[in-house]
């Protein structure tokens, strides 16, 4: 049975490196035979704004109960996005919040401050892009994005191995860095980790 591959494309612009390096793993998993569906978060319709936490939460909009059915069909979840302010764009944030909701992403147990983890069994793998040297987002820094987005949200979810590739500094980086950089996802897509 193929393999069942999610790509979550984080960066708001479809013309951006995170964007190349998004197709460049999804050809490497479709020619090693995966089954790939693709999100563009930047091109989805809905509010980012989970206005009143999880008190009250609006209903979803088409495009979110999509991602979730995506999600919930994936057995691989691969998420690329730049590091902006230290962070991930907001738009992919705002799609966390929105779609990563209890019930669906996780249960919280009563009377008990354990959770169930509803996402349990897929695994995925984090691609992100850096202005700096992966050392000093790590060492100066405390690399806030992997955190919030690998022990945070995917694991507390269920969602374990999750590995992370940082690619870096790709300000100036020049035409043979990229190339090689792409080259290297593709061949995570063709091994499908």
């Not at 206005?51 to 999600?71: H, N, R, W």
């Not at 690619?167 to 792409?182: C, E, H, N, Q, T």
Request: proline share 5%; aromatic share 10%.
């Amino acid at each position: 049975m193929a393999k069942k591959i999610l790509i979550i494309l984080g960066h708001p612009n479809k013309n951006s490196l995170n964007a190349s390096l998004a197709n460049s793993y999804k050809a490497g998993a479709e020619q090693s035979g995966a089954e790939v569906r693709q999100i563009n978060v930047g091109d989805l319709d809905f509010d980012p704004n989970l206005s009143t936490g999880f008190d009250s939460m609006p209903e979803l909009e088409t495009d979110l109960v999509k991602a979730q059915e995506s999600i919930l069909w994936a057995d691989h979840l691969v998420i690329l996005h730049p590091v902006w302010w230290g962070s991930m764009p907001a738009i992919l944030k705002g799609f966390v919040d929105r779609v990563f909701l209890p019930g669906f992403a996780f249960k919280y147990r009563e009377n008990s401050v354990w959770w169930d983890k509803l996402l349990k069994g897929k695994t995925g793998h984090i691609i992100l892009t850096l202005d700096q040297p992966y050392w000093y987002y790590w060492l100066v820094n405390g690399r806030p994005s992997i955190h919030t987005l690998k022990k945070m949200t995917l694991e507390f979810c269920g969602v374990k191995p999750v590995k992370v590739t940082t690619i870096g500094p790709v300000r100036k980086s020049g035409d043979a860095f990229i190339a090689k950089k792409l080259k290297e996802v593709n061949k995570y897509g063709a091994r499908m980790i």
